[in-house]
């Protein structure tokens, strides 16, 4: 099995800082790698797929990188409305997500 | 619109079953491959299952390999997932949600609101 590994685990930030998570797989997942966001009490939403594709309807400050092991979202300028948990997942084989990363005010 | 809707969670002891459906909408469902995803309460995510468009190919976790089935119903508009066995672990937030699956490259665009397993005597 494919195991994910996101860090930080959480971070504190203010509006307007540039944020960045990364995502770590256990073997080569070449660009099978998706990010979602989840606020609480709902259901996540995709925000990137294929590690760079930026789902429609997402705003353009995220973005996503990385081939192979090592993948990153990158959030530009934090808004208010994007405090939430982010989680990784890879579809190279089978499923697996992150464990997920909480992103908090400072 | 597309809309996903979960049913049929609720209280069920342990060794007991359940019967979660989900109500698809919006779109032509046999197009789509369709997954369950839980949450156990303030934990991550766990993918559960996954049927291709029709039912030709199945996937589940280990952890429920044996006690859980899913179906579906394309004339229905309807994915279904029958949990047996229920254990306290079971305990979770189900998920249905649509695989887009653009370029081969799978990826979970619209999700359910969720349905509530508590497996507790």
């Known amino acids: 099995d494919i195991q994910m590994t996101q860090s930080p685990s959480s971070l504190s930030a203010s509006v307007g800082d540039r944020v960045t998570i990364t995502c770590r797989a256990s073997?080569?997942?070449?660009?099978?790698l998706n990010w979602y966001q989840q606020k609480p009490g709902k259901a996540p939403k995709l925000l990137i797929y294929?590690?760079?594709s930026l789902q429609s309807g997402v705003p353009s400050r995220f973005s996503g990188s990385g081939s192979g092991t090592d993948f990153t979202l990158t959030i530009s300028s934090l808004q208010p409305e994007d405090f939430a948990t982010y989680f990784c997942?890879?579809?190279?084989?089978?499923?697996?997500f992150g464990q997920g990363t909480k992103v908090e005010i400072k | 619109e597309v809309q996903l809707v979960e049913s049929g969670g609720g209280l069920v002891k342990p060794g007991g079953s359940l019967r979660l459906s989900c109500a698809a909408s919006g779109f032509t469902l046999s197009s789509y491959s369709m997954h369950w995803v839980r949450q156990a309460p303030g934990k991550g995510l766990e993918w559960v299952s996954s049927i291709s468009s029709s039912s030709s190919y199945i996937y589940y976790t280990d952890s429920v390999k044996g006690r859980f089935t899913i179906s579906r119903d394309n004339a229905k508009n309807s994915l279904y997932l029958q949990m047996n066995s229920l254990t306290a672990e079971d305990t979770a937030m189900y998920y249905c949600?649509?695989?887009?699956?653009?370029?081969?490259?799978?990826?979970?665009?619209?999700w359910g609101q969720g349905t509530l397993v508590t497996v507790s005597s």
């Open positions: 294929a590690a760079s």
């Open positions: 073997q080569s997942i070449s660009t099978y």
């Open positions: 997942q890879q579809s190279y084989s089978a499923w697996t």
């Open positions: 949600a649509r695989d887009e699956e653009m370029a081969a490259m799978s990826h979970f665009d619209y």
